[in-house]
């Protein structure tokens, strides 16, 4: 029987971070990856392989990390664990013994049960998955129009990819606009205007009832009885936690959720952690289960485990998920990080709400300024800034992160009007009018009126 220290199953975003914090938390144990695919894709990166990149080998995660760190690899599959006794067994008939493992097997696609015709040929999800997506792409070749079935940011982002390259597309989403989940209104209605004006066709406030064909589809019909042709339809209706695993090797699961874990990343098995997508999240602030699978949240969950491997530390917790996302739509931004303004609403808080538009290059006349906008959203009783949003260029993710941060450091409005920044006329909008500190001077001023 083979022995390891640690044993991570899963072998891509949270699964690496695991082992590489890991290792070099403590070098003297022996670490082992196995993982089903022989490479593993970027997980962000799959959709601009149907337009930008063109393939998925433009979109590969490296191996040599692993033989740089000192890491094993095992392209293979586990189809059994024991925590008890801390041995687990592969497809291929191996036995493996350990005495840390952690759970890093990510999601799959969800497909409604009720979604009839979702068999039929020339039907695709997108799962994390080379081979399947190299046939995706076969068959999209030979087609010319597309429906994508979900308005969040994979079927934008895969919608906005294929009508680049000529390809006859059309967003079906049953909230009344694309990235409503994500956006306030006003802020969804931009980016939907965007994707329009770029060729996109959407089709919202009524979702699919139907898939039509004969063993191949040939159209949707929607819940407002209108129909579609398609000759290709590309299902993006969200994710579920890969727990099957876990659920047989005893762990506390919740089919929704995910495996259970504690602020260590720990699972109802003390040495047995879970990271990523397949792990239960919690959001930051509400303390509500969250369905918010992220890349950056899996590598953030993935240090706090490698960290805590063999010797849990207080100050090294994962506190809850502060979700933030940013995606681009031609050559403009879209960001957001915490709550909304109709989340916080809806969640009882009582909140004050301001927004600033700045050039972000200064002066404006300098080439490819765009303008940024920032909408900060904060508590009305204490000024902690709960979330904000942004429309602007390049910087839009940067800037986005920097909002999770004000976030994640509960910093009040007065904090951030104060912050000490860095400016320059290339990079950033002006130190006289920059749009995140604007926002929030813009906050004093409402929460003084009120």
Request: glycine share 10%.
């Amino acid at each position: 029987m083979r022995k390891v220290d640690v044993l991570i199953i899963g072998g891509s975003a949270s699964g690496i971070v695991t082992a590489v914090t890991g290792k070099g938390s403590y070098p003297d144990k022996d670490f082992l990856v196995i993982r089903k695919e022989d490479k593993v894709l970027v997980p962000c990166g799959i959709p601009y392989i149907f337009g930008t990149l063109g393939s998925t080998d433009k979109n590969i995660m490296p191996d040599a990390m692993f033989e740089k760190e000192g890491i094993g690899l095992k392209i293979g599959e586990v189809v059994s664990l024991d925590p008890k006794n801390k041995t687990c067994k592969t497809a291929d008939g191996e036995q493996i013994s350990f005495d840390k493992a952690v759970f890093a097997t990510g999601s799959v696609p969800a497909v409604p049960g009720w979604l009839k015709g979702a068999d039929l040929d020339n039907v695709f999800t997108i799962p994390k998955n080379k081979a399947y997506l190299d046939r995706v792409q076969t068959r999209i070749r030979h087609a010319n129009k597309i429906v994508v079935i979900g308005g969040g940011f994979i079927g934008v982002e895969i919608a906005d990819e294929l009508n680049s390259v000529g390809k006859d597309v059309t967003i079906v989403e049953l909230l009344p606009r694309v990235l409503s989940l994500v956006f306030d209104d006003e802020i969804a209605a931009r980016a939907e205007e965007n994707l329009r004006s770029r060729g996109v066709k959407i089709a919202v406030g009524s979702g699919a009832k139907e898939l039509s064909g004969e063993g191949e589809v040939c159209g949707v019909v929607l819940q407002n009885d209108a129909k579609l042709e398609a000759d290709v339809v590309i299902l993006t209706m969200g994710y579920r936690p890969n727990t099957e695993l876990a659920q047989e090797s005893g762990l506390a699961t919740d089919g929704k959720t995910g495996i259970k874990v504690d602020e260590y990343m720990r699972t109802s098995h003390s040495d047995v952690f879970a990271v990523g997508d397949c792990a239960e999240k919690r959001d930051f602030i509400t303390s509500k289960p969250s369905a918010v699978m992220l890349a950056s949240t899996a590598c953030a969950e993935a240090r706090m485990a490698g960290m805590n491997l063999y010797g849990l530390c207080t100050v090294k917790t994962f506190k809850g998920t502060v979700p933030i996302f940013s995606t681009a739509i031609g050559n403009t931004g879209y960001g957001a990080a915490g709550l909304t303004e109709n989340t916080a609403k809806s969640e009882g808080f009582q909140v004050i709400t301001a927004t600033f538009e700045q050039p972000y290059k200064h002066p404006a006349s300098l080439p490819n300024t765009n303008v940024q906008l920032v909408k900060l959203v904060a508590a009305r009783d204490t000024g902690v800034v709960l979330g904000g949003e942004i429309v602007g260029g390049v910087s839009t993710g940067e800037l986005t992160n920097l909002i999770g941060f004000v976030v994640q450091n509960k910093m009040s409005v007065t904090e951030v009007l104060t912050a000490q920044i860095c400016t320059h006329p290339l990079l950033t909008a002006t130190p006289t009018a920059y749009p995140l500190i604007k926002a929030a001077e813009a906050l004093v001023r409402s929460s003084r009126r009120k």
